[in-house]
């Protein structure tokens, strides 16, 4: 299976690529279109700046790609917030793939929310195997409101969208590459879809 995983200088790229090989695939990190759009699934990780990211993908034409792809597509952390329709964080516009707006948590809470957290009200067959309330480990300072698209929640404050769904896209606000067996587990539900 050719799988891509895009490389646009967001970090968690490399730990994204070992939790596929555990799995027995064998990613390729590249920012070409061309492998891209050839790939059967596609991973977009993602951390750091929204607009810094953003920029980036607007230099190198992969804002107008990524959304036209009809592969499996898997955002992780930032590579999930991107695929909304905007963030705060740097006042940035997003690739639209979801209608979602991402918001910054209050400072009725620690910024960022840092460790593990449950996610519940599990939808779809990316969960397959994982139980209501399964612990996933997360890092992030915005969130995705809860819409029609949400497939997976989180209570940090608010309750928020922790994993998103629209037609073959695919988003995940926790690192699976980083969340025991319980994340390791989405990471193979989406890879063998």
């Not at 690529?17 to 390729?28: S, T, V």
Request: proline letters at 3%; aromatic letters at 10%; one cysteine or more.
């Amino acid at each position: 299976m050719n799988i891509v995983i895009i490389d646009y200088g967001a970090g968690n790229t490399k730990s994204v690529q070992f939790a596929c090989n555990r799995l027995g695939f064998d990613p390729i990190l590249t920012n070409s279109a061309e492998f891209i759009k050839a790939a059967d699934k596609v991973i977009f990780p993602g951390v750091g700046h929204a607009s810094n990211a953003m920029k980036i993908l607007q230099e190198s034409g992969l804002d107008v790609l990524i959304p036209t792809l009809k592969q499996p597509v898997l955002g992780i952390c930032l590579g999930m917030q991107l695929l909304c329709h905007s963030t705060e964080e740097g006042t940035t516009n997003g690739l639209g793939v979801f209608d979602v707006d991402v918001k910054r948590f209050s400072d009725a809470v620690k910024v960022p929310q840092m460790g593990w957290n449950t996610i519940s009200n599990l939808k779809t067959n990316l969960f397959t195997g994982l139980k209501n309330d399964a612990y996933m480990y997360l890092v992030h300072s915005y969130y995705a409101e809860l819409c029609e698209d949400t497939i997976a929640q989180t209570n940090y404050g608010v309750t928020y969208s922790s994993a998103l769904k629209k037609d073959n896209f695919y988003g995940v606000q926790f690192h699976p590459e980083k969340s025991s067996w319980e994340g390791e587990t989405v990471l193979s539900n989406f890879l063998n879809f």
